[in-house]
T-cell receptor, first 113, second 114 residues
Framework: AQSVTQLGSHVSVSEGALVLLRCNYS??????LFWYVQYPNQGLQLLLK??????LVKGINGFEAEFKKSETSFHLTKPSAHMSDAAEYFC???????????FGTGTKLQVIP | DVKVTQSSRYLVKRTGEKVFLECVQD?????MFWYRQDPGLGLRLIYFSYDVKMKEKGDIPEGYSVSREKKERFSLILESASTNQTSMYLC?????????????FGQGTRLTVV
């Protein structure tokens, strides 16, 4: 079964600095992987998804993620953090015959002015 | 736009009450999910359904049941609410296969059991 692990429950960056949020997956087959964002008191919104078409995936709000099979990683990056990026970010993957979505424990991003 | 609608944003219930959380999606998705979200634990899957009247237990099904009588509606039932079920509950739906398999989420229901 697929599982995902997020490293770091809290990350702080300065406004304008690089954002790097880490996610590793565990899967014996090529996975479907996702990054979601959750703003306070809201549901989750899809940022981007990897479906094996390309290893570098671009998403909304300037985020991108690179699938690295050799490292079993799918880290999320953004070149320059904005105050509006402060939120909680979840890595997720699919598992099981019916495409059950499983989530990492989340990383809260704080952006410091 | 895909819409996943949860019937309540906030609920306060008493210990021992039977609680129904309702979720409706308008995208004709086969899969529907119920998660609970707690600080530091991420989203944990309670139950999911891959077709009408079909369901599978997730990681934490104890104390919960579900009902899916129509494709667009998936209900989560707390048979006898307890204080440790105070949490944020999130419903989601998705297609089962193919490139468009991402889950779409409702806004969440924050349940407090007193």
């Amino acid at each position: 079964a697929q599982s995902v692990t997020q490293l770091g429950s809290h990350v702080s960056v300065s406004e304008g600095a690089l954002v790097l949020l880490r996610c590793n997956y565990s899967s014996s087959v090529p996975p479907y992987l996702f990054w979601y964002v959750q703003y306070p008191n809201q549901g989750l919104q899809l940022l981007l998804k990897y479906t094996s078409a390309a290893t570098l995936v671009k998403g909304i709000n300037g985020f991108e993620a690179e699938f690295k099979k050799s490292e079993t990683s799918f880290h999320l990056t953004k070149p320059s953090a904005h105050m509006s990026d402060a939120a909680e970010y979840f890595c997720a993957g699919l598992s099981g015959g019916y495409q059950k979505v499983t989530f990492g424990t989340g990383t809260k991003l704080q952006v410091i002015p | 736009d895909v819409k996943v609608t949860q019937s309540s944003r906030y609920l306060v219930k008493r210990t021992g009450e039977k609680v129904f959380l309702e979720c409706v999606q308008d995208m004709d998705h086969e899969n529907m999910f119920w998660y609970r979200q707690d600080p530091g634990l991420g989203l944990r899957l309670i139950y999911f359904s891959y077709d009408v009247k079909m369901k599978e237990k997730g990681d934490i099904p104890e104390g919960y049941s579900v009902s899916r009588e129509k494709k667009e509606r998936f209900s989560l039932i707390l048979e006898s609410a307890s204080t440790n079920q105070t949490s944020m509950y999130l419903c989601a739906s998705s297609f089962p296969t193919g490139a468009d398999t991402e889950a779409f989420f409702g806004q969440g229901t924050r349940l407090t059991v007193v």
